[in-house]
């Protein structure tokens, strides 16, 4: 057994507490009523509606122009219902019904917050258009859409979103600094030296390099399994470094796969997932990549973990360290094919978060 | 390897006895003009092509005049690719179809498919793609297929330059699929009058006759679907990315490829609605990317405003969630047209309009034998009578296929065969 047995039991202990404290971190969410404020500012909303009703008849009677968009009353009420959507997730239909229960012509949409500035693409006629754009981009620039309650709440990426791909990024100013510091390190460093990895080493020795550190990284899988209580995969797990370690010569040679027991990688970010906890705020973490607080939170446990486990007693070979992590960084790269700005597209940032966000959801179902 | 060589004999077989005009065994399955552009070809009637043909990635330093912002660093150089044979032969410009790259799967598969055929390659992001906004566009307003066409054309010879020493060029030809089939035309119509290159063979593979229709049906898709409304491209996306979960735990699926989006599509036999909805989205994606670029560009103000600096860290987010409900209609009244306008103060949206479609250079086209035509009778980019107008135009020079929608079947065997014949040959009864 290269695992110590007194340890990985100390370990379990420790994760189980902190992903209890994770999951009671959840728990304590929004109380689930609407509250009074909420009628009174509706109906506080009728009010200056029924003024401003009074004022344009008065205005008409007087023969002053009467300038007041159609959907300025809608999105008076949606001004209110806004206030409290964030709030309470779970009751927006009963915000809904209740607002229209004042104002029957209310016309709700996913997020009333869009109300505000309703719909100016229906008929443009020839004119540019920027002029009804810009006031509602305006409120959201610099805007920062940070709730720490709500960090780890499942659905913490999902019921803020205000625009198709938008993600939990409330440190978004920092993530894009890092993205740019990332694909111009990547473009200059990175892919220059996975390239001359690849050129000189035959391809042969390249799977088989990429093969040995998965077969190190079975031993992160199965724990974590076990922490999921996948008993069937970790058993799968546990047979594959075996075979691979023996028959693939130290895991240099993937025959576990040729038999029949695919690779199935899991991290404790995954776990964490697994357990109900939220992906927390996106994260670009310099060199590494697009993660989240969840999944950074995760990488830092895997690596502590393996390093406190020490499963190949690197601690005997501490001056070869770097070298081999750098080897790591670079075969993890080269198995990537992603190039950053490949698409051109100026939303590639948000592109990018939204599929790691979909990916890293998809690994947690698998 | 019994499978592979089996399916080479067959298709040698096929080749020995198939005439080149009638493709009698064409086995497309799918019928359903929207399921067969979103599934493409299933791998087992693929067309063979070599796996390796030693494409080079170029750049070509700024050849627009305006210097681009920093939040577009990374367009400022544009981005093609070459593969060279390494004896003399032809060469053929490949122009991508709207809003995708030169490196998009099917400027893939055309490039695979003419190197092939015994042709150097050169492939072409779309005028309409921000690589080619920022770097290659002199107006930065896409759309205008004869305004592209002169900037195409500038690319290509700056290419041709680089490639002096490099490749033994003997003749040259320009294809492109989609709206790329279209600016091929333009560039054609163009070359005949500057008479540079004098292009021996001019390939349309499905093009679009008029480019305000062919938008005008993409845009439909969208906002006439459940999902046109506020927050419904959000909606469809997440449904899309369920399913997708769905078919992954059922199917054991490991990789997202051409045969799990058809047997995904056999299974759950999704609506025409849901599908068109599907290619809606996909074209008002390429389209916000290709309005932002050219809005940031032009300084037009249209959504970005105009006397803001646009840097690296700057949010588009919001941009993007606005530009999910801008359709390409609106781009072209309110960005478009005002830009030409004030260009040309003469110029009506008719006539515009009028000079993005075939009909503009139909004298060009109607027939002169270098043209020649591949596309589908159930292309979805057709409006009504264009499928007609097409086999008029291109009389005796057309292949078209029974099905296949909008460049689903473009790796059918088939299909790939009756390109590479089309540029062989001079043309077919």
Redesign the interface.
Known sequence: MLINRSHTAHLLKRLIVSALLFLALQSNLPAASLPAGYERSLEQAAKTINQDKQNRALQASLNMPVNRNFAWENAVVANVVSQYWEAYPDRRSELITAAKGHFPNFTPSQDPLFLASASPYQSTGLHPSSQYIQPSLQKYRGQQFVNTADLFHPKAATHKAKYPFEGNDPFEGFNRGVFYFNAKFDKYFFIPITDLYQFVTPDFVETGIHNVFNNIGEITSFGNEILQLKLDDALKTFLRFGINTTLGLGGFVDVATEMGLPEDKEDFGQTLGYWGVGEGPYIVIPIFGPSNLRDGTGLIVDTLAFAYVDPLTLDSYRSDHLAIYGIQAVDIRASIDYRYHISGSPFEYEIVRYLISKKRTLDILK | MARISGITGIIIIGILFTFRASFADYNYPINNPLAATIVGTPSTMKGILPSDIGVQERTLPILAEKKAPD??W??RDL?YSVALQDNKAPLVFVIAGTGA?Y?SQKMKVLQKNFYKAGYHVVNI?SPS???FIVSASQGSVPGNLWIDAIDLHKVMVRIQQTLIGQADINGYSVSGYSLGGSHAAFVSAYDSQVKHFNFQKVLLINPAVNLYNSTAILDGMLDNSPYG???G???L??EV?ET??ES??REDF?EFSEDFLYLAYKEKRPTNAEMAALIGVSFRLSA??MI??SD?MSK????Y??DEEFG???????????L????FK?YI???F??HFKSLYPEIT?QKLIFGSSLNAIENHIRGNPKFSLVTNADDIILAPGELSYLQSLFAGRAWIFPNGGHCGNLEHKDVLEAISSALRTTGKS
């Open positions: 939040g577009l990374y367009n981005k790259s490196s992001s793609h921000s690589n409304s506020e927050g491209v959000e909606r996306l997440s990315f997708i979960v992954f735990e490991t916000s990317n932002f670029t940031v037009s103000g249209f959504i405003p105009k690296v860290t700057t949010s588009t987010t919001p941009y993007l969630g606005r999910a409900t801008v359709n609106t009244s309110d960005l047209f005002p949206l």
